[in-house]
């Protein structure tokens, strides 16, 4: 199956189980080739994941002069001395997850005058060596980033546990969500982005299920 087949594939499945919600598919473009994204591109899809700063910059300076209305989402851990970098490319970040990060990422905002949307990555299933804030954490943050700082936070993110059951944690990043008066869901990837959407994911990051064959 092509590149374009699959994508219109991922398309139908968000019709078929979005229902009255609005879900954004984030393609996720880190590590292709410049001719595979432009065929997505071709047909009109404007949302696009990136998590190596400088690979993105490179890759992207061109297209984005031609293709003004393209949105680029970070996806991957942010370190502070990328911040600039990254608010001059990007429209999204979805890995917003501690103090020093949005205080650089405000300051940066202010000299570039440029306002990016925001998703601050939760740590649901608590694991060590990933990126995310704790739950008991989540309201003083939301509070410090929306009121002290004033980023345009929208919503929250979460990458479940690998080898479990991704609905648990989908439902109760959308109670979070609900709690904190936030109203996008970045939640969701290749295996699981129908479980996702059926949460009431608004924001699905998918790369492989587009562009890799083993999953036709």
């Known amino acids: 199956m092509s590149i374009l087949s699959q994508y219109k594939k991922i398309i139908q499945n968000i019709e078929d189980y979005s229902f009255n919600i609005s879900v954004n598919l984030i393609v996720v473009s880190k590590g292709r080739s410049l001719a595979d994204i432009q065929k997505i591109i071709n047909i009109g899809h404007i949302h696009f994941g990136e ?48 103090d020093k990060l949005a205080s650089k990422i405000s300051l940066e905002e202010k000299k570039l005058k440029k306002t990016l949307s925001y998703f601050i990555q939760v740590n649901l299933g608590e694991e060590k060596q990933k990126s995310g804030i704790l739950k008991k954490d989540l309201p003083r943050f939301v509070n410090y980033c929306k009121n002290d700082l004033k980023l345009n936070i929208i919503g929250l993110m979460c990458i479940p546990p690998i080898n479990e059951d991704s609905e648990g944690y989908f439902k109760e990043l959308r109670q979070l969500a609900t709690n904190n008066n936030l109203k996008e869901l970045s939640m969701g990837m290749s295996n699981d982005f129908i479980s996702a959407i059926k949460n009431g994911s608004t924001f699905i990051r998918i790369g492989s299920a587009i562009f890799e064959e083993k999953f036709n």
């Not at 001395?81 to 979805?94: R, T």
Request: net charge positive; aromatic share 8%.
């Open 51 to 98: 998590n190596r700063v400088q690979e993105s910059v490179d890759k992207w300076k061109d297209i984005l002069k031609l293709n003004v209305n393209i949105k680029l989402h970070f996806i991957g851990k942010l370190q502070t001395n990328k911040v600039a970098d990254v608010i001059s490319n990007f429209s999204f970040i979805h890995s917003l997850d501690n």
